[in-house]
């Protein structure tokens, strides 16, 4: 009855810039770190970005200096500012994070960069 949902994924032209949601809803009492991943396709995949319930955050190199994540504990949901996007950025990003003690994942949301 606990899940999480991302949101916000689009196409976008190189440079541009996206803000991805993720919602954690359902009989929640309980949420520990959260983390983005992204899976372009062919490819495994990789954590890009991780914050701690204290806000500590951690980073890819791929993404450092481009990406944000942040959260908002009250609304039960996680943020990634996404800002100067690549081509290589492409691909579906996945929301984690450890609900009521227990690992969860969420439904993916594409995000394309291309001119």
């Known amino acids: 009855q606990v899940q999480l949902v991302e949101s916000g994924g689009v196409l976008v032209q190189p440079g541009g810039s996206l803000r991805l949601a993720c919602a954690a809803s359902g009989a929640i009492f309980q949420i520990g770190t959260m983390s983005w991943y992204q899976q372009a396709p062919g490819k495994e995949r990789e954590q890009v970005a991780t914050i701690t319930t204290a806000g500590n955050t951690n980073y890819a190199d791929s993404v450092k200096r481009r990406f944000t994540i942040s959260r908002d504990n009250g609304k039960n949901t996680m943020y990634l500012q996404m800002d100067s996007l690549k081509p290589d950025d492409t691909a579906v990003y996945y929301c984690?994070?450890?609900?009521?003690?227990?690992?969860?994942w969420g439904q993916g949301t594409q995000v394309t960069v291309s001119s």
């Open positions: 984690h994070a450890q609900l009521n003690f227990a690992d969860h």
